[in-house]
């Protein structure tokens, strides 16, 4: 069984930064890409960076310059640096995983999700 893990969210004021991070465990034969999406209510889920296991990356056009994405392929995990924050930033951040549990298999795995609030 695959688990995806966020963490890091929480309350920021605009212009701030917040780190957030997601640990991919359990069965994992390779893992092809990781990311995170945002989602607010009533609008459906939207990517906001993505990195491939080759290292390329895409970024919403809305977090260029501000977001970046990073990995430790060691340990599973993908991070979201987020800085000089907006009030539209504020979201429920989730990170996905394209990845094989095994040879057979290769599926997108969803975290909880974990909650970012800009406000002064």
């Known amino acids: 069984q695959v688990q995806l893990v966020e963490s890091g969210g929480g309350v920021v004021q605009p212009g701030g930064s917040l780190r957030l991070s997601c640990v991919a465990s359990g069965r994992i034969f390779s893992i092809y890409s990781m990311g995170w999406y945002s989602q607010t209510p009533g609008k459906e889920r939207e990517l906001v960076a993505a990195l491939t296991s080759g290292g390329s990356t895409n970024y919403a056009d809305s977090v260029k310059g501000r977001f970046t994405i990073s990995r430790e392929n060691a340990k599973n995990t993908v991070y979201l640096h987020m800085n000089s924050l907006k009030p539209e930033d504020t979201a429920v951040y989730y990170c996905?995983?394209?990845?094989?549990?095994?040879?057979?298999?290769?599926?997108?795995?969803w975290g909880q999700g974990t909650q970012v609030t800009v406000s002064s």
């Open positions: 996905k995983a394209d990845l094989r549990p095994n040879i057979a298999l290769r599926r997108d795995y």
